[in-house]
């Protein structure tokens, strides 16, 4: 096979729990985004767009959105003769075979998928995040520092540092120390979980891990701290630019709100570097003459008669007459029937919300005790789900 | 899969589609919101279980083999069969240039030849609609019939939008007794939708047999002038057709996908309608940006107000600017405060600041592609 410069391991197989009820059925990677998105659109249109032919993504959590969404990755231009995208998932080998137990294991697990290739570097990404990020500019860097690794890091505002694993550097930008989830975060350098590895160095790195018994077999905790501690060359790449963790139901529908407007936080539109997405061949969408829609995307294939605002309408969504979207996201083919009013919400793909519902109505003492931690304000209604005609569901609640 | 192939024929060289088929032929004409003509045949013809097409290109078909590329979009990038684009060639059996049909689908006899399919799809490229074949197909063999001919209930066309009119009769067998193209008086609503089911070699027959007799129209002198010798009979169909005889049909046609049951007629789940991927974001509507009655396709930026139209994908509508009746191609740009009513504009028309242009719903006006106002 002939030899790859650099291929891109995508780790898809977290299960995102702390996006509750709509990773139930699907791995996070395959949640969708932005109106006719997924997540993992970002990391795999990032790779084409840098010239990255070969990703290995791999799952374990919930494959099955995740694989047919991917198909021959021919959406993504990923159909290749040599290279192309790989559904990548835990295997037995003779009599042994185990599950992934940490991203570094994840990625010794398929020491042979890499081997094939002959890469000289890894790129390592994972499926979580939004951003777009030109990865071949990256390398440049990582081949100019001379580097063994660099990590992609963004500053972040001081007070967050904490809640990131931090990278302290030299002034030439070479790392010297790496603290995760640090109390007394010394400088603001927030790794974004991008990585580019030598190949060569990188392998023994995964071999040996793979024997220490003590190793939770993770890039963050284990392989970086093992090279730092050997003098290894580790560069931090500085990334500015839109990048949101979309790990959590509010971070979620704050990315989906960072789309809106003449001048988006995040803008989409950029001719030059596109997100693809697998399209599910439906008509441009239908706006009726007492609809009122304002400051929303609008995706292919909806119908909408109500009035939408501030909201983000994936394909196929169907919105009735008299109805009020305010501030929400209405995942793929999710049906809004007439006088329905919904206040902040994210409704799940398919879901539908019968005639006169009310999705986000204001807390009442008689709506009893129910569990907002993972939403807070944002109230939820699972995927496939029925609300019943007229039902009110308070703030924050989850509907499964 | 059914035991067919499809042909397409694209040379239609329609002047009454004046502007928009300047450069481009009828089946690369854009149709509602983000389709050219010819999506709708392939999809018929995919849908159906037809994986071997042919399509007879032959003037300004540029623009139609950029849109097709290699068919991976209709799924027709096969290893078995898939998709033919066959231009015209000069070999010393053929010119190049075709005096009509019968010598376009002559010169395409190797690729007829080749076809494993007993049977095949002849279709024009102006008539739109959402069907699949099977049903006709199968009737077809059931009646034994030599032709079998699409058709719809359709009133008498003003003259002046009359385009390829193939008006049928039939005896009370159904057998075809009279065909008559663009009559002058007709009292038939019957009216063939452009798809003929025949068996392979019945094609390759009446093919040479009327070029031997110098005969080169593949309507008159195959159909029409055969109706007593050959079986020929009708498949109805009852769904929505959109024949593109005129601007003012193109116009008609497109308007009518703002009618509910018309668009969930024409864009059935069952049988979507694929077409070449852009990759475009949602369409944004941004500001005092809106839209009422209108069909808005991916990429689209409204900061304007549009109402009653029909918006391909990535048009960009500047704060202030007013739409209405309208149908506006692919990449155009409508600036600040400018007004546009029942028009037509073509790809990448760029309407600058405060401009105002109308027509009327019998006549739009049509820009052509990439004009600056």
């Known amino acids: ?400 | 899969m059914e035991n067919a192939f499809g042909l397409i024929y694209t040379g239609d060289a329609s002047m009454q589609l004046r502007e928009l088929t300047f450069s481009r032929s009828v089946a690369a004409v854009p149709f509602g919101g983000r389709y050219r003509t010819i999506d709708f045949m392939l999809s018929d013809l995919v849908n159906t279980g037809i994986y071997n097409v042919g399509i007879i290109a032959q003037k300004n078909y540029h623009s139609l083999m950029d849109h097709l590329e290699s068919g991976k979009e209709w799924d027709l990038h096969r290893k078995r069969d898939g998709l033919f684009i066959l231009p015209p060639f000069v070999t010393h059996d053929n010119t190049g240039v075709y005096r009509g049909t019968v010598d376009a689908i002559r010169s395409c006899m190797g690729y007829i030849r080749r076809s494993s399919q007993k049977y095949v799809v002849l279709m024009g490229s102006h008539t739109i609609y959402n069907t699949t074949y099977n049903e006709m197909i199968s009737e077809h063999i059931k009646s034994g019939a030599d032709i079998t001919i699409m058709y719809n209930r359709t009133p008498v066309y003003d003259r002046k939008e009359q385009f390829d009119d193939l008006r049928i009769k039939f005896d009370k067998d159904g057998r075809v007794t009279d065909l008559a193209l663009n009559p002058a008086i007709t009292d038939t609503e019957f009216c063939s939708c452009d798809a003929f089911v025949m068996e392979k070699t019945t094609l390759e027959y009446l093919v040479e047999d009327a070029y031997a007799h110098a005969l080169y129209d593949f309507t008159n002198d195959v159909l029409v002038s055969n109706v007593d010798r050959l079986n020929i009979r009708g498949w109805e169909y009852t769904g929505f057709v959109a024949r593109l005889n005129s601007v003012n049909d193109y116009y008609k046609y497109n308007m009518a996908l703002l009618d509910k049951a018309v668009s969930k007629e024409l864009f059935s789940h069952e049988h979507p309608i694929y077409t070449k991927i852009k990759d475009e974001f949602p369409a944004s509507y941004v500001g005092e940006g809106y839209a009422k009655n209108s069909v808005v396709a991916d990429g689209c930026v409204i900061e304007g107000s549009v109402e009653n139209s029909v918006l391909f994908r990535g048009v960009h509508v500047a704060p202030g600017a007013v739409i209405r009746n309208s149908i506006i191609m692919q990449g155009a740009y409508i600036g600040p405060d400018s007004v546009l009513d029942c028009v037509i504009l073509d790809k990448g028309v760029n309407v600058l600041e405060g401009r105002t242009l109308s027509g009327h719903g019998s006549y739009p006006v049509i820009l052509r592609k990439g004009t600056v106002v």
């Open chain 1, 1 to 400: 096979m002939p030899k790859k410069k650099m291929i891109a391991m995508l780790l898809a197989g977290g299960q995102g729990s702390r996006l509750g009820v709509l990773t139930k059925s699907m791995a996070k990677p395959a949640v969708p985004f932005g109106g006719k998105y997924r997540i993992i659109d970002f990391p795999l249109s990032n790779c084409v767009n840098s010239d990255i032919d070969t990703v290995g993504v791999l799952t374990q959590y919930e494959p099955l959105a995740l694989n047919a969404y991917l198909g021959s990755g021919q959406p993504w231009d990923l159909d290749r003769m040599n290279g192309g995208v790989f559904v990548l998932p835990p295997y037995v080998s003779g009599s042994d075979g185990k599950w992934y137990s940490g991203t570094a294991n994840a990625v010794y697990q398929n020491i042979a998928f890499i081997d094939q290739y002959d890469p000289e570097y890894v790129l390592i990404l994972s499926g979580d995040h939004i951003y777009k990020m030109d990865y071949a500019r990256m390398l440049q860097y990582h081949q100019a520092m001379h580097a063994d690794a660099t990590i992609a890091v963004l500053t972040v505002p001081m007070e967050e540092a904490s809640r990131f694993g931090i990278m302290n550097t030299d002034e030439g930008g070479r790392i010297v120390e790496f603290e995760e989830k640090p109390k007394h975060p010394k400088s603001n350098k927030a790794s974004m979980g991008i990585y580019i590895f030598n190949w060569k160095i990188l392998r023994p790195y995964l071999v040996n891990d793979e024997q220490d018994k003590a190793s939770s077999h993770d890039f963050g905790k284990n392989i970086i701290p093992n090279l730092l501690n050997a003098g290894a060359n580790l560069y931090a790449y500085g990334f500015t630019g839109y990048w949101k963790d979309v790990g959590t139901i509010g971070s979620l529908w704050e990315a989906n709100m960072d789309l809106l407007g003449a001048k988006p936080e995040f803008k989409l539109s950029d001719k030059d570097w596109r997100i693809y997405s697998k399209s599910p061949a439906m008509p441009p969408h239908y706006i009726g003459s007492e609809a009122e829609v304002r400051n929303s995307l609008v995706s292919e294939g909806c119908v909408v008669y109500g009035n939408v605002e501030k909201s983000v309408l994936f394909t196929g969504v169907h919105v009735g007459a008299n109805s009020v979207i305010r501030d929400s996201i209405v995942m793929p083919n999710a049906v809004i029937g007439e006088n329905v009013t919904v206040e902040k919400a994210i409704i799940g793909e398919g879901a539908c919300v019968e005639n006169g519902a009310h999705i986000g109505a204001e807390r009442l003492e008689s709506d009893g005790d129910y569990d907002t931690k993972l939403t807070g304000d944002i109230t939820l209604v699972a995927n496939t789900v029925t609300v019943p005609e007229g039902r009110r569901i308070p703030v924050g609640m989850i509907v499964k």
